[in-house]
């Protein structure tokens, strides 16, 4: 994991958002316009966006009623606070639809999570390991801060 504070355009990446106020939508929606296009860097305080790698996607940990305005409007650009890195894994664990299994010996991993939450994860982190056997980067975005 590497702390980093990266500006990229709001809809350069995927960016999973999560907001769970309406009126907070609504607002955002209204506020952030031509005449007042997002600024990431500037509110760079109230974001939490982490890169994961490699399967090319950004989950928002703040400021998703901002970003999803933004997003919408294709205006402004945010930030990535960190990059995380999961290709050491891919040796080691494998996603097979309902479990994480780990390859040396085909165990389940147990996990206490919801099972939706178990399943998109799981299939988000397939996606990375076809990314990466395809060879897909993202060198042109973020190739200096993973050497790509």
């Not at 997002?38 to 998703?64: E, T």
Request: charged share 20%; proline share 2%; with cysteine.
């Amino acid at each position: 994991m590497e702390k980093v504070h990266m500006k990229i355009g709001i809809n350069k990446l995927p960016i999973l958002l999560n907001p769970w106020n309406g009126e907070r939508i609504l607002d955002n929606f209204i506020g952030i316009n031509d005449d007042n296009v997002f600024d990431g860097v500037l509110f760079s305080s109230n974001i939490q966006n982490h890169y994961l790698y490699p399967m090319n996607i950004i989950v928002c940990k703040g400021a998703n009623h901002s970003q999803l305005s933004a997003r919408y409007q294709n205006k402004g650009e945010t930030v990535i606070n960190e990059i995380k890195n999961f290709t050491s894994l891919y040796d080691k664990v494998k996603f097979d639809g309902a479990n994480y299994i780990k390859v040396e010996d085909n165990a389940i991993i147990e996990m206490e999570y919801d099972e939706n939450i178990l399943f998109y994860s799981g299939v988000i982190f397939e996606l990375g390991r076809y990314l990466l056997g395809g060879n897909y980067s993202n060198s042109d975005i973020l190739g200096s801060y993973l050497n790509l």
